[in-house]
């Protein structure tokens, strides 16, 4: 693939502040599972190398793949957290070589919720909970079965848990491991979205019901993770229109309009009382999960800038093919940011690629969740650079870097 223009003139390689931190580009590396970290969940030598890579001549943000507050916060195996002192001196090791390219970093939080593997769950003792005993699909009520881990609704004092939890984890993330921001993950389908969406929230109590009480949870972890590490440090990312993992997007029985303009209009409450969030993270409709919406419908989605007016990080589909769009998004204010994942797996130096229109190496998605290889992980040349460069590294097992 080969942009059509550079995009050097663009807002994209304009500075911008986002809290404290002023990027020198608005270029983000959004969140992209990986599955490279050890058994024991903490991040390795690739991942560093994998950020380290990224940061390079770069000087905007990265944003860490989805990463655990604790051990009950529902298991995929290789996937990071960032809990025990292990797992947060290998994210500070992380950061620090982030920092020492003149980049900065944000650590998604999240809780998967129903979203779990249920029998991997059992194996390392951890229950499989929701906003409602309703499963996800056959499959995983089959497994949760079959595991003798069946799904049931969180009480109330569970929530209070997980809701100073991720507080703790803000504070690990930011005052430990000196991360830039934390950014807690509320799109797709995962817990914080589980409490949104009515199809799947069907409690009764102060957590369920109304939009003001779905939107109930989200909102107190937004605000206790102000409280912890400050709104300057606190990013949060929404996807309305995403149909994913049951979540239904814009035909949900509630409008997405209505649920997020609510959440959306209180973080911007928040903002005129002194604490305006770092960062509103938002997935396009483009995207769905981690693959592209097949919907062909047109959304209008300029409320979101309409309600939210702080630094608004926009992703989803921006460069595919024949794709025109991130200039002109990125060029209508001046408080956007601009998320790839996909294209920056394949492409270490798409920073320096798309200011100066070169060409762009298709990515390769049965490559990206291959985690005992560097294969498709760490084997990506620059642009000129030879594939052979990295031959050596192909097959090495990502080591736990603590």
């Known amino acids: 693939m080969t942009p059509s223009t550079s995009l050097a003139s663009s807002n994209l390689f304009k500075p911008i502040k986002v809290g404290k931190v002023e990027l020198k580009n608005r270029l983000v590396f959004a969140p992209t599972t990986r599955y490279r970290a050890s058994k024991d969940f903490v991040p390795t030598d690739s991942m560093l190398k994998y950020y380290e890579q990224r940061a390079e001549n770069n000087g905007g943000l990265l944003t860490a793949e989805a990463t655990y507050v604790d051990f009950n916060f529902g298991l995929y195996p290789f996937t990071p957290m960032i809990k025990t002192p292990a797992q947060v001196a290998a994210w500070a090791k992380i950061i620090e070589a982030v920092h020492k390219q003149g980049s900065y970093f944000s650590i998604q939080l999240w809780h ?24 996800l699909d056959q499959d995983s009520e089959k497994a949760a079965r079959e595991a003798g881990n069946e799904l049931r609704e969180l009480t109330i004092p569970e929530i209070e848990a997980i809701v100073k939890e991720f507080a703790a984890a803000a504070k690990r993330a930011i005052h430990e491991a000196k991360a830039d921001f ?16 009515p199809n799947i929230n069907k ?38 229109y995403a149909k994913f993992q049951g979540s239904e997007g814009v035909d949900s029985e509630i409008n997405p309009i209505a649920s997020f303009g609510y959440i959306l209009s ?50 989803g589909g921006y460069l595919k093919e024949n794709e025109q ?22 492409n270490p130096d798409l920073v320096e690629r798309l200011k100066k229109g070169l060409s762009l190496t298709p990515y390769d998605r049965s490559r990206f969740y291959n985690h005992s290889s560097n294969d498709g992980y760490l084997t990506w040349p620059k642009y000129g650079e030879d594939e052979e460069k990295y031959k050596a590294v192909l097959d090495v097992e990502p080591k736990a870097l603590a």
Request: net charge neutral; charged share 30%; proline share 3%.
């Open 325 to 346: 769009s991130l200039e002109h998004d990125v060029n209508q204010d001046d408080r956007t940011l601009i998320g790839v994942s996909r294209y920056y797996t394949s």
């Open 182 to 197: 934390i950014e807690l993950h509320s799109a797709h389908g995962y817990l914080l979205d589980q409490f949104i969406q």
């Open 112 to 135: 998967l919720g129903r979203a779990a593997d249920p029998k991997f769950n059992k194996e390392k003792g951890v229950p499989f909970v929701a906003p409602s005993a309703i499963y």
């Open 266 to 315: 209180e973080l911007e409450k928040r903002a005129r009382d002194g604490n305006r969030l770092a960062y509103v993270s938002v997935v396009e409709p483009r995207v769905s999960g981690n693959v592209d919406s097949n919907d062909q419908r047109k959304f209008d989605t300029s409320w979101i800038r309409e309600i939210w007016k702080g630094i608004l990080f926009r992703a």
């Open 203 to 240: 409690r009764t109590d102060k957590y369920g019901g109304s939009i003001e009480n779905r939107a109930r949870l989200v909102l107190e972890v937004v605000d206790a993770c102000i409280e912890a590490v400050g709104a300057e440090h606190v990013g949060i990312r929404l996807s309305p």
